[in-house]
C-alpha cells in the first residue's frame, strides 16, 4: 500500500523557516510526483509544488516562487522515498495544513489529479 507521512509543521513567527519532510512508501509505478499542498480554513485546497521522479523537475505555485523549494531524497528500489518543502520567509497568509500527495502524472499542481494523500501537518505563521 502507498504510504505517505507528513511531519515537520510547526508554530513559527513570520520571517522565519521550516522544513516539511514527506515520507513516501509502497510505489509500485517507474515515474510519479510528489506534490506538497495546503489548505487554509475556509479555503479551497492549492498546490504548493511538486517534483517529478523521472526527471527530478519542479513545479512551483507563484505565491511561494523564491520562499520555498522542494527537493527529494528517492532510494534506487522506491522502498521509502522522502519529499521535502523548505520554506524561508514565511508568512501569516503561509498558514494552513500542508499534505503530501502522490500522483502518476508528471507536471501538475491540481489536486484532483493525485490518488494518495498523507494526513497533514500544521504550519502556524504569527505575525
Known amino acids: 500500500d502507498v504510504q505517505l507521512q507528513a511531519s515537520g509543521g510547526g508554530l513559527v513567527q513570520a520571517g522565519g523557516s521550516l522544513r516539511l519532510s514527506c515520507a513516501a512508501s509502497?510505489?509500485?509505478?517507474?515515474?510519479?510526483?510528489i506534490a506538497w499542498f495546503r489548505q487554509a480554513p475556509g479555503k479551497e485546497r492549492e498546490g504548493v509544488s511538486c517534483i517529478s521522479s523521472s526527471d527530478g523537475s519542479t513545479i512551483y505555485a507563484d505565491s511561494v516562487k523564491g520562499r520555498f523549494t522542494i527537493s527529494s531524497d528517492i532510494s534506487s528500489d522506491n522502498a521509502e522515498n522522502t519529499v521535502y518543502l523548505q520554506m524561508n520567509r514565511l508568512a501569516p497568509e503561509d498558514t494552513a495544513v500542508y499534505y503530501c500527495?502522490?500522483?502518476?502524472?508528471?507536471?501538475?499542481?491540481?489536486?484532483?489529479?493525485?490518488?494518495?494523500w498523507g494526513q497533514g501537518t500544521l504550519v502556524t505563521v504569527s505575525s
Open positions: 509502497g510505489f509500485t509505478f517507474d515515474d510519479y510526483s
Open positions: 500527495a502522490v500522483t502518476v502524472l508528471a507536471g501538475t499542481l491540481l489536486p484532483g489529479f493525485y490518488s494518495f
